[in-house]
C-alpha cells in the first residue's frame, strides 16, 4: 500500500488553472510510469521513465507534462486541461523496464489522484 | 480491433461460487500475462503472473492461459464478498515494446 504514493488524492481544477500531480516510490525502482483511467476504458499508458530518462510518450497532448526529476519522484504537470481530461490518473513503478526479464518488469501501481476539470 | 478484449459486466454472484473471468488477445508475441485486481478507490495490484501458457494456482485463484486460441482466464474458488473488485487483465511481449497491454476489466460483485 505505501510503496507508490500519490497527492493529491482528488483534484479539481478549471480549464485555465496550473496545477501538478506527484507520485513516489519507496521500492527502489528504476522505472515509473503514468497511466489514465478513464470509465468504460482500458488503462492509458501516457509515460514511462527509464532511469530518470523518457522513454516512452504516447501521443500524449502538450498539455501534459512529465517530469522525473531522480528515480524515486514522477510528476505530472498540467495546464490548460479540457473536461474530458478528468479521469483517474495512476503513477506506478518496476524494477526495471524493456530488459525482458520477466518479472522485473512487473508493475507496482499508486492509488491515484482523481482528476476533475470543470 | 483492440489488441486485449475483456468483457466488462458487471459480474454478479453468490457467495461461494466459482468465478470464471476471461480475456481474448489478438498479438501472438503476447508471452508474459497478469492478472490485477483494483478495488473502489484504489490502484491495481497484482495478482496472478504468468508466462507463456499452462495453468498457476495460489490459494484460490488459478490463471489458466492457451496461447493457441489467444484466451487468459482467472478462476476465483469459493469466492468471498472482499473478492469483489474489478478485475484488469493485462499482457506484453517478450522483446520490442515492453508496455503492458490492459484488458478494459470486469467489474466483480459476490454477493453475501
Known amino acids: 500500500e505505501t510503496g507508490v504514493t500519490q497527492t493529491p488524492r482528488h483534484l479539481v481544477m478549471g480549464m485555465t488553472n496550473k496545477k501538478s500531480l506527484k507520485c513516489e516510490q519507496h521500492?527502489?525502482?528504476?522505472?515509473m510510469y503514468w497511466y489514465k483511467q478513464s470509465a468504460k476504458k482500458p488503462l492509458e499508458l501516457m509515460f514511462v521513465?527509464?532511469?530518470?530518462?523518457?522513454?516512452e510518450n504516447n501521443s500524449v497532448p502538450s498539455r501534459f507534462s512529465p517530469e522525473c526529476p531522480n528515480s524515486s519522484h514522477l510528476f505530472l504537470h498540467l495546464h490548460t486541461l479540457q473536461p474530458e481530461d478528468s479521469a483517474l490518473y495512476l503513477c506506478?513503478?518496476?524494477?526495471?523496464?524493456?530488459?525482458?526479464?520477466?518479472?522485473?518488469?512487473?508493475?507496482?501501481f499508486g492509488p491515484g489522484t482523481r482528476l476533475t476539470v470543470l | 480491433q483492440k489488441e486485449v478484449e475483456q468483457d466488462p459486466g458487471p459480474l454478479s454472484v453468490p457467495e461461494g461460487a466459482i468465478v470464471s473471468l476471461n480475456c481474448t488477445y489478438s498479438?501472438?508475441?503476447?508471452?508474459?500475462f497478469m492478472w490485477y485486481r483494483q478495488y473502489s478507490r484504489k490502484g491495481p495490484e497484482l495478482l496472478m503472473y504468468?508466462?507463456?501458457?499452462g495453468n498457476k494456482e495460489d490459494g484460490r485463484f488459478t490463471a489458466q492461459v492457451d496461447k493457441s486460441s489467444k484466451y487468459i482466464s482467472l478462476f476465483i474458488r469459493d469466492s468471498q464478498p472482499s473478492d469483489s473488485a474489478t478485475y484488469l487483465c493485462?499482457?506484453?511481449?517478450?522483446?520490442?515494446?515492453?508496455?503492458?497491454?490492459f484488458g478494459q476489466g470486469t467489474r466483480l460483485t459476490i454477493n453475501p
Open positions: 521500492l527502489g525502482h528504476n522505472a
Open positions: 521513465y527509464s532511469l530518470e530518462e523518457r522513454v
Open positions: 493485462a499482457m506484453r511481449k517478450v522483446w520490442g515494446a515492453q508496455k503492458l497491454v
Open positions: 498479438n501472438s508475441a503476447f508471452q508474459y
Open positions: 504468468t508466462y507463456s501458457s
Open positions: 506506478a513503478s518496476s524494477q526495471d523496464y524493456g530488459q525482458g526479464r520477466g518479472q522485473g518488469d512487473t508493475q507496482y
